[in-house]
């Protein structure tokens, strides 16, 4: 496939249901209602469904399965919203090539996002795997307001002064809101009233964990530039990239990031709410959590020298430190899976 | 006992005149009441020009008369309620427990005129929709089945809407979630109006599931079906006493009988009067203090055997494994 082939799409939400039209444009999409977006079958299955929750809050849910590679680009704007992202899918896939685990094919990411309107985005959606996700998009002053009830007012508006703060962090899904999606993705279409009335509700209860989970958020006030967040994220993927590896270290992360050390590590504490470090280890261990229940192994010594830990004992004390149960607990040993 | 002489709406007009009549005062989206034992949360939100909410959660230190008397017929009343102690419905002189262990789920026409009493010593945690009829009506017409009989539905010559139901488990962790959280402030409006909108939303399918029963209904009947729920709640230990006691005791006809107290409960009198008991059942299962045994005998069942297979029915797991759910 050559760079030719790939069709790019560019636009930018809008509070209001207006920013479809640039799909109806550009893709030749079939829009419902003002609210409801089917896309044109040789390029995806499927569609999304837009709406107006509560003054200052709009929902877009999208199932969407792709057939050809889009480009979708996000376009930075000078607008006045905020946008919370959701991708409900299976955050760690593993690739099964015969009977055992290939280990290029762990691929983790982190599901949630949230992000000011004014930094850019790009995805490109899997070809042939449903993409199913929903972004909340929050107008800044009423998301303030939102805030405001969990800080002092002096932290409030240092947090909010986009001269001297950008708002932005990627994280997995918490435990409730992926509980809300996944209830939603049960749901078999997009059409009726009481799945609008359930996404307008699922839409508000994901705005009240966001705003409770970020409350305990550390403040870290830095302004973002859009090369400041490549960069970042580039060096958590590429952890994410090389789990079964050992920590990367810092220097070589910082460089990767081209920024002193000390940047490096302020950035990326405010951008994925841990240090590298911890980010590296706890990532390790949920992805050795996915690989306990994938009923791919035989036993525990196995899988800690698969994550590249040269103890057994200490990934089982780790393990334990974090999630409460023994590895033993949770495995799902290949033996009785194939019984 | 304090008599409370009022109104409801999706406009909110009734709100200052219900509060000095409880002995309060309007500030803001609340009702302040001085000198309650425990100042509870009168809560009112306009969610949309369709919707309004009223959320209560007190304790009463006070015997509290309600009379409702609505002077708009514009639009129905939807109530969710989880009261602890004693209130009681009282339509046309027949009175009818409400709260946890009855019915906590009413839908009322607002053309119904309706009582309610909360004795001294309950608290309350009750959510009242007002959603306009109009609006109502235009949920429904998405739904096929609803689409041909809608007109019947909300012609009120054709049709009286009023039910008495059960919560679904959602609906309890629905109000659950807003009962735990702060009652001030601009996110406890965002998660009013949230948990509004997905009680709304299974409500529908709660009702899209039930078969429609168009029916107009007079206050008196409502009456007579809500007595007959209550002896059936109140022999719930006993046997099913059968449909030509019940019909004659509601001064109907069998059919007529049977008929409306489908369409007021959602239920036949018999599935109704074994949900019920079923729902006694497992309460005095959680309690820890019975065996399945003396839980059968208890509450009339054959055997335990029988208990067990109708609860698996019921709640798609055995007693048992119910209980290390717990």
Redesign the interface.
């Known amino acids: 496939m050559t760079g030719e082939n790939i069709r790019s799409l560019n636009y930018y939400y809008t509070l209001g249901p207006d920013w479809q039209h640039q799909i109806v444009k550009s893709l030749g999409a079939q829009l419902i209602d003002n609210k409801l977006l089917i896309i044109p079958e040789d390029i995806a299955s499927g569609g999304s469904i837009f709406l107006e929750v509560a003054p200052g809050l709009s929902v877009h849910l999208l199932d969407m399965t792709f057939h050809v590679p889009v480009a979708i680009t996000r376009l930075p704007k000078d607008h006045n919203y905020y946008m919370i992202y959701y991708n409900i899918g299976d955050e760690i896939s593993t690739h099964i090539l015969g009977d055992t685990v290939h280990k290029v094919g762990y691929h983790s990411k982190l599901g949630m996002g949230f992000m000011d309107c004014g930094v850019k985005g790009v995805i490109m959606p899997p070809v042939g795997e449903r993409t199913y996700s929903l972004r909340l998009l929050v107008d800044k002053t009423y998301y303030k307001s939102l805030a405001a009830t969990n800080r002092t007012a002096e932290v409030t508006d240092l947090l909010f002064d986009e001269s001297k703060n950008t708002l932005f962090f990627y994280s997995h899904i918490d435990s409730r809101s992926k509980v809300l999606l996944n209830e939603l993705k049960r749901e078999h279409h997009f059409s009726g009233s009481s799945f609008e009335l359930k996404l307008k509700h699922i839409a508000l209860y994901l705005l009240n964990y966001v705003v409770e989970r970020t409350a305990r958020f550390e403040p870290i006030i830095n302004k973002l530039s859009q090369q400041d967040i490549d960069n970042i994220l580039k060096t958590s993927q590429y952890m994410l990239d090389h789990l079964l590896s050992e920590f990367p270290g810092l220097p070589a992360m910082a460089e990767m990031a081209e920024m002193s050390g000390t940047k490096y590590k302020v950035l990326f504490k405010k951008i994925l709410k841990e240090s590298p470090n911890h980010f590296f280890s706890n990532e390790k261990l949920l992805l050795g959590q996915r690989l306990l229940q994938s009923g791919d192994f035989y036993n525990v010594k196995d899988i800690a020298y698969e994550l590249g830990y040269n103890n057994p004992g200490y990934f089982t004390k780790l393990y334990k430190r974090t999630f409460g149960a023994t590895p033993a607990d949770v495995l799902v040993s290949k033996k009785m899976r194939d019984f | 006992m304090r008599e409370v002489i009022h109104q409801y709406g999706v406009e909110l007009d009734w709100v200052a005149d219900i509060a000095p009549k409880l002995g309060g005062y309007v500030e803001g989206n609340y009702i302040i009441v001085p000198g309650e034992e425990r100042p509870g949360t009168r809560f009112i939100l306009q969610?949309n020009e369709n919707i309004t909410v009223f959320v209560i959660n007190v304790s009463y230190n006070e015997d509290v008369i309600y009379k409702l008397r609505n002077t708009r017929d514009d639009f129905v009343g939807v109530y969710f309620n989880l009261t602890e102690g004693d209130a009681v419905h009282v339509l046309n002189n027949m009175p009818r427990m409400a709260g946890r262990w009855a019915c906590n789920l009413a839908v009322f026409d607002a053309g119904l005129n309706g009582e309610y009493i909360v004795k001294s010593g309950s608290t309350t945690f009750k959510l009242a929709i007002f959603i306009k009829k109009t609006a109502l009506k235009?949920?429904?017409a998405?739904?096929e089945h609803y689409a041909q009989v809608l007109d019947s539905v909300f012609d009120p010559a054709q049709n009286t809407i009023v039910k008495y139901d059960r919560m679904s488990n959602q609906a309890w962790w629905?109000m659950n979630?807003l009962r735990h959280?702060k009652a001030?402030?601009?996110?406890y409006e965002?998660?009013v109006?949230?948990?509004?909108?997905?009680l709304?939303?299974?409500y529908?399918?709660q009702m899209?599931n039930q078969e429609i029963i168009i029916e107009q209904v007079i206050q008196e009947d409502v009456a007579c079906i809500i007595r007959s729920q209550a002896y059936l709640i109140d022999h719930i230990a006993e046997a099913f006493a059968g449909i030509s006691t019940l019909a004659a005791h509601a001064h109907m006809s069998e059919t007529k009988y049977k008929k409306l107290f489908k369409k007021i409960t959602g239920f036949s009198p018999n599935a109704f009067f074994l949900t019920n008991k079923l729902s006694f059942a497992k309460e005095a299962l959680e309690t820890g203090n019975f065996t399945i045994g003396e839980i059968a005998a208890q509450f009339n069942f054959t055997d335990a055997s029988h208990l067990i297979e109708q609860f698996r029915t019921a709640y798609g797991i055995t007693p048992k494994e119910y209980l290390t759910l717990l």
Request: glycine share 12%; hydrophobic share 35%; net charge negative.
């Open positions: 969610i235009s949920y429904f998405k739904d629905l979630e959280t001030t402030g601009p996110l965002a998660v109006t949230g948990t509004v909108y997905g709304l939303s299974d529908l399918d899209i």
